[in-house]
């Protein structure tokens, strides 16, 4: 995950629904393969920030990372902060099937509301904790927002996560089979937690962020529509003319 | 006259040269004149669940992508970049938007347009951006992809022919919709392609070489009364190539493990709705078994205890290669998907109790075709005079060999006339299916 050419990035309050988010953010030159949008809720999130938004650079990816460890609430106050965050990726050119989605923990819980309330090109969520508090049950309140999916969303977690054992992983993605429009994936890695994509000096914690972080990629590489170049742009439009 | 098929009416007899079993040439002239010129099945739109989903298999040797794209729409792409060849898609199956060529980048949606290409500048403006390419035709009949390689070739309503009714009586055995499960048995055979699209509906053979399978069922059941099935079938000529053997109802009480009262209560209600909805007559013709062959290399063999596809692909005179799926009602009960899974594990699947007989069957006439100077000629006469034909004779086995030998050879053969029959064969859906208009 370490680049060779590390980028700082640059840091911006953004004023949102519920106050300013610190959102960093690395933009490319030429044409990114995609757009990212990192929501995470780590203490560290200038170290975790541009750790990520590096690797996401390496893979071709420009991104943004807002910090939303305290987000918090019900949809109708949440839709608007993602959709003030997603529309700052969109003001540098990206569509938003151009643009994917990368949640952590509560970042997660955001990602996968992202994924209900706008059509982007991908989701992920790592472990992902309820954006509302007073949750226990967390299988139903995916499965309750399923029919609502519009983005291919996928789902990474540990088998020990308490919030989501195995038997009641598997049963989510069933109801995820048969609700979502879109195609959905669940990914639980046997012996680690929900914070397995942390650092960890855990041989399975270690495999598992590994194996997390190539299907993250992967994930966006096959979702995420890429931008046309200008010479792709200019042939479109000759066929449409045609 | 042909060199391979004698059809000879007047003794009669029926018979097919050895020759065509061993010969590369025949081969050759099958891939241009049979598999280049028919329809042939590709996969259920049951499979594609999901828009983008995909599944990568072979047609007619050539590679290809089956997919759903990002609209909803079923594709059928041919798994070669535009660019320099390699495979677009390496995985067997999976979900995606967007299909990259690992050789040099270059990028394709499901729908087959070209996303991207690196370094695009360097072919100019007015360079021609090629997507993918695919068969002259793709369509489908009640959830069975077809795909042709001949641009000119009758619609598929008009290929399928007789046998769309036998789609129809297992797309009708679910009100959702039949679904293909998650899941593959792919094996092969050392053996000419065409020994399995004869044993596929070769009635004749069952009692001996399954005998181990029944020897199952007898223990898992304690006596069975086979008077229910044997020559209890009919088959049928359903033109075009295509045939059935087809057999009354009866036969889910001699194969397969017992279903409890209660599975058998859930099967017998499930009959029912059926007879409610399509008619009493048509539900009694469901609940027969039937072994049905589309022209040239699709099997679909329902035995009531599951339903079995079957697609056979050539790879060379003496080696064929495999794949199964298994086709289901998704609304049926645990106990009677119970029933299916085991079936299709231990009748039909590579290391079950039917398959590997067969196998072994079709692999010793391979061997023994070693003989063909000697005994050049194989006999599919049985039933050939008799004015109804059952399971155990082979007439379906003519009826495909007959059109073979047209698109091989140029000679026409005549059908077999045979007495009409009543019910159960003759009982018709309440309403008749609407032929979809062609898709492409």
Redesign the interface.
């Known amino acids: 995950m370490t680049p060779v050419v590390h980028i700082a990035p640059r840091h911006d309050a953004v004023p949102t629904a519920v106050g300013p988010i610190d959102v960093a953010s690395i933009h490319l030159p030429g044409t990114p393969r995609g757009a990212v949008l990192v929501l995470t809720a780590d203490t560290n999130f200038e170290h975790e920030a541009a750790t990520l938004l590096n690797a996401f650079a390496a893979a071709g990816f420009e991104g943004h990372a807002a910090d939303v460890t305290e987000v918090r609430g019900t949809p109708d106050k949440l839709v608007p902060v993602l959709r003030t965050l997603i529309d700052l990726v969109g003001e540098h050119g990206w569509t938003r099937e151009q643009m994917g989605i990368v949640g952590y923990a509560n970042g997660g819980g955001l990602a996968l509301l992202a994924s209900a309330w706008f059509e982007l090109?991908a989701a992920v969520s790592f472990s992902l904790r309820p954006w509302s508090t007073g949750c226990s049950d967390l299988a139903r309140h995916i499965a309750e927002l399923a029919p609502r999916i519009r983005t291919?969303w996928l789902y990474l977690t540990g088998d020990h996560d308490p919030l989501l054992p195995r038997s009641e992983g598997r049963r989510l993605e069933g109801a995820l089979?048969r609700e979502?429009?879109?195609?959905t994936?669940i990914v639980t890695y046997p012996g680690v937690g929900a914070d397995f994509y942390r650092t960890s000096p855990e041989v399975p914690a270690i495999a598992a962020a590994f194996d997390a972080w190539q299907r993250t990629v992967e994930w966006l590489?096959?979702?995420?529509?890429?931008r046309?170049?200008?010479?792709?742009e200019?042939?479109r439009r000759r066929q449409a003319i045609a | 006259m042909s060199d391979y098929v004698i059809d000879d009416r007047d003794m009669p007899r029926f018979r097919v040269n050895r020759e065509a079993m061993v010969d590369p040439a025949v081969l050759a002239l099958e891939r241009t004149e049979i598999f280049d010129k028919s329809w042939l099945y590709v996969g259920h739109e049951s499979e594609l669940?999901?828009?983008?989903?995909f599944k990568t298999r072979t047609l007619a040797g050539r590679p290809i992508i089956f997919t759903r794209d990002a609209k909803g729409q079923i594709r059928v792409w041919l798994n070669s970049c535009p660019h320099r060849g390699a495979m677009v898609c390496r995985e067997r199956e999976?979900?995606?938007?967007?299909l990259?060529c690992f050789y040099h980048g270059w990028?394709f949606n499901t729908a087959g347009e070209q996303?991207?290409m690196p370094g695009?500048?360097a072919?100019g403006?007015n360079?021609e951006?090629p997507g993918l390419a695919q068969p002259p035709r793709v369509d489908s009949y009640r959830g069975f992809v077809f795909a042709s390689f001949d641009p000119d070739i009758v619609d598929l309503d008009t290929y399928l022919a007789g046998a769309k009714e036998y789609i129809d009586l297992v797309a009708d055995q679910s009100e959702a919709g039949m679904e293909v499960l998650e899941g593959t048995h792919e094996y092969s055979c050392k053996a000419n392609w065409k020994l399995l699209v004869e044993n596929s509906y070769d009635g004749y053979h069952a009692m001996t070489t399954h005998q181990r399978y029944f020897a199952m069922v007898i223990a898992a059941r304690g006596k069975i009364d086979t008077s229910l099935v044997i020559g209890k079938d009919r088959s049928f000529d359903l033109g075009n190539g295509h045939a059935v053997i087809a057999a009354a109802p009866g036969g889910d009480q001699v194969l397969g493990r017992p279903l409890s009262a209660a599975g058998q209560a859930e099967r017998t209600a499930r009959y029912a709705a059926i007879g409610e909805k399509h008619g009493p007559e048509w539900a009694q013709r469901l609940l027969g078994n039937r072994n049905l062959v589309i022209f040239p290399n699709l099997v679909i063999i329902d035995l009531v205890m599951g339903v079995l596809i079957r697609k056979i692909e050539p790879v060379t005179p003496d080696y064929m290669e495999v794949t199964a799926w298994h086709i289901v009602p998704p609304e049926e009960g645990e106990e009677l998907r119970a029933q299916r899974l085991d079936n299709f594990l231990t009748f039909w699947g590579p290391s079950g109790l039917a398959t590997p007989d067969d196998v072994e069957a079709l692999e010793s006439a391979q061997r023994a075709f070693a003989t063909r100077k000697e005994l050049p000629w194989s006999d599919v006469s049985r039933g050939m005079g008799s004015p109804v034909t059952t399971g155990q004779d082979e007439l379906q086995m003519r009826t495909w060999w007959r059109r073979w030998d047209e698109l091989l050879t140029g000679e026409v053969h005549p059908p077999e006339v045979k007495d009409p029959v009543g019910l159960p064969w003759s009982g018709r859906r309440l309403v008749p299916v609407q032929s979809p208009a062609p898709s492409s």
């Open positions: 090109g291919s089979l979502t429009s879109v195609y994936q590489e096959l979702h995420v529509v890429p046309l170049t200008p010479a792709a200019a042939w | 669940k999901k828009p983008n989903s999976g979900n995606a938007r967007f990259t990028s996303v991207s695009d500048e072919y403006p360079f951006r």
